[in-house]
């Protein structure tokens, strides 16, 4: 391994272990792990955008399917909605609030 590429591995690992430590990420696990794990924003915009999201109500930030079911989709039943419609809803909450801190997802 080169120099470069162990300098990005380690730059990338702080990126992730900032997002992850960071005080905002308490009650917002999930999404912490998506944006540091499934996104390449910086740490800086990630810890925004867990600052301007909604903490898990009821404070343990596990935030699964069912959860996404019944608060970004409550016309449907939580029974009709499989996991796709979960990680699409989840996308689009982050992509809201993303927005809302003039920001911009990135395309993958």
Do not use: N, W
Request: hydrophobic share 40%; charged share 25%; glycine share 8%.
């Amino acid at each position: 391994m080169t120099d470069t590429a162990r300098e990005a591995g380690a730059r990338e690992s702080a990126r992730i272990q900032a997002i992850l430590t960071s005080e905002e990420a308490q009650g917002r696990e999930q999404l912490a792990r998506h944006l540091a794990f499934e996104t390449h924003v910086a740490a800086g915009e990630a810890i925004e955008t867990l600052a301007a999201s909604a903490r898990h109500p009821d404070g343990l930030g596990s935030v699964g399917p069912d959860y996404l079911a019944r608060f970004l989709q409550p016309e449907r039943p939580a029974s009709a909605r499989g996991h796709d419609d979960a990680v699409t809803g989840l996308a689009a909450a982050v992509s809201r609030q993303l927005a809302a801190i003039g920001k911009k997802p990135l395309d993958r």
